[in-house]
Nanobody
């Protein structure tokens, strides 16, 4: 089971850190992806991190502003979001499929419940 948390309301230019924690299995060796879905829009891949070497990928829209990281000791993956924009408003989900495939278009099998991020003045 995956659980995403850390969302909230923030003003433009602000920051949030999302967390993706697991129970029942360890994330150590598996890739984890962050995705988001805004109202009326398709879900899009935001970032992912591999399990084997920690390599990462980012959507062009968040490069330079978002940073994904993992703490295997805490079985948690983070998404640090800085310089937030109103267009970042969405429900953010984390996902894995117990394989080490990091891809923004990869179809992951296991999804968290999502956490709402709202960027508004």
């Amino acid at each position: 089971q995956l659980e995403a948390s850390g969302g909230g309301l923030v003003t433009p230019g602000g920051s949030l850190r999302l967390s993706c924690a697991t129970s029942g299995f360890t994330l150590d060796y598996y890739a984890v992806g962050w995705f988001r879905q805004a109202p009326g829009k398709k879900r899009e891949g935001v970032s992912c991190i591999s399990g084997s070497d920690g390599s990462t990928a980012y959507a062009d829209s968040v490069k330079g502003r978002f940073t994904i990281s993992r703490d295997n000791a805490k079985n948690t993956v983070y998404l640090q979001m800085n310089s937030l924009k109103p267009e970042d408003t969405a429900v953010y989900y984390c996902a894995t499929d117990l394989e080490d495939v990091c891809g923004l278009f990869h179809e992951y099998d296991y999804w968290g419940q999502g956490t709402q991020v709202t960027v508004s003045s």
